[in-house]
């Protein structure tokens, strides 16, 4: 007779999270009714000093559909754009893939291209470093 574990028992463990004593999770969320054809901030984050932010992941989306467009900053001078109907999703790395120096800003800008006012919200995961 067999003994020990059955072959699938790994599979079906929780995952776990390490950090180390010098990184500390990070999260970042925001909601705002954004009217018809306007531009609002729906989060923002500046590193604090002493710091290194990895972002991890992340989600935009909207209550509607309909054309929008999000402005994700990185950092000071870096920047990206993306087009969605009611929902984006930023995949990245565990590791933390997207590196934000201190002092520079994480933001998320939304532009309401629909024609009626819309909810957003936007979440997102990572972690902070100390340098």
């Known amino acids: 007779m067999a003994s020990g574990r059955p072959d699938y028992w790994s599979g079906v463990l929780p995952g776990h999270s390490v950090s180390s004593d010098n990184q500390t999770d990070w999260v970042l969320a925001g ?14 984050y500046v ?7 990895y972002v991890m992941g992340g989600n935009v989306s ?3 559909p309909g054309v929008n467009r ?3 900053t990185l950092s000071n ?7 969605f109907d009611t929902c984006y ?3 990245s790395m565990s590791s933390g893939s997207i590196i934000i120096n201190t002092g520079e800003t994480f933001k998320v800008t939304i532009y309401s291209l629909d024609i009626r006012d819309a909810y957003f919200w936007c ?6 470093r100390k340098v």
């Open 31 to 44: 909601a705002f009714n954004i009217l018809a054809g306007d531009i609002e901030i729906l989060a923002s």
């Open 47 to 53: 590193v604090p000093d002493g710091y290194t932010l």
């Open 62 to 64: 909207c209550d509607s």
């Open 70 to 72: 999000a402005v994700i």
């Open 77 to 83: 001078d870096r920047s990206f754009t993306v087009a």
């Open 89 to 91: 999703n930023l995949l």
């Open 123 to 128: 979440g997102f995961i990572g972690f902070l």
